[in-house]
């Protein structure tokens, strides 16, 4: 079975310039999660998906952050305009549960963000 | 709120040494409890996790950890650690609503 698959992998950019990281979770799982971990970090959520309804994205900066699960299936986080603040790596998970029911995560390898 | 506590940033032991990190959460009611492993340039791998039953669990690579109510811990242990576990450890708690919480992290370091 295929696990939680993200790209790209790496990107440098520079700053005011857009970005977007893609991913597939693992087939079945309804629950996703985009979280941002800084350098000697650990994962800090930025928004979490059931099915195609964020239902907590209290810690998405929305003035330039935005991500889409259509068809509550794949899902992309967008950056624009990207700040250097904002180099970090981007780890997608899922998890087979929902609702008031907690399972474990997934992850994804990440998507390591550089802002020059 | 709940919140993760892993106080120790880097550990260095010796290959075939034991091995202790240490996990402290804070959440009112029983939690749910993980230890994630990541390896450079990769995501992070389940270990363990404890739900509820048995306070000792036993995890893959030959991690164990004990959830510990009265200190709210939940220390992971190895009993001999081989180079390849050098990498770094994340204690992480949920609620019943599948939100996460993640500690800090703590780097581990094998000496041979």
């Known amino acids: 079975e295929a696990g939680v698959v993200q790209s790209p992998r790496y990107k440098i950019i520079e700053k005011k310039q857009p970005v977007a990281f893609w991913c597939n979770p693992i087939?079945?799982?309804?629950?996703l999660y985009w979280y941002r971990q800084n350098l000697g970090q650990g994962p800090e959520l930025l928004i979490r998906?059931?099915?195609?309804?964020?239902?907590?994205d209290s810690q998405l900066p929305k003035d330039r952050f935005s991500a889409e699960r259509l068809k509550g299936v794949d899902s992309t986080l967008k950056i624009q305009p990207a700040e250097l603040g904002d180099s970090a790596v981007y780890l997608c998970?899922?998890?087979?549960?929902?609702?008031?029911?907690?399972?474990?995560?997934?992850f994804g390898e990440g998507s390591r963000l550089t802002v020059l | 709120a709940q919140s993760v506590t892993q106080p120790d940033i880097h550990i260095t032991v010796s290959e075939g040494a034991s091995l202790e990190l240490r996990c402290n959460y804070s959440?009112?009611?029983?939690?749910?409890l993980f230890w994630y492993v990541q390896s450079p340039g990769q995501g992070l791998q389940l270990l363990l996790k404890?739900?509820?039953?048995?306070?000792l669990v036993q995890g893959i690579k030959g991690f164990e950890a004990e959830f510990k109510r009265s200190q709210s811990s939940f220390n992971l242990r190895k009993p001999s650690v081989h180079w390849s576990d050098a990498a770094e450890y994340f204690c992480?708690?949920?609620?019943?609503?599948?939100?996460?919480?993640f500690g800090t992290g703590t780097s581990l370091t094998v000496i041979p």
């Open positions: 998970a899922s998890s087979p549960t929902g609702g008031r029911v907690t399972g474990e995560l997934f």
């Open positions: 087939s079945g799982h309804n629950t």
């Open positions: 998906y059931e099915n195609e309804e964020a239902v907590d």
């Open positions: 959440y009112g009611a029983t939690p749910y």
């Open positions: 404890y739900f509820s039953g048995d306070t």
């Open positions: 992480a708690v949920a609620n019943t609503g599948n939100q996460f919480y």
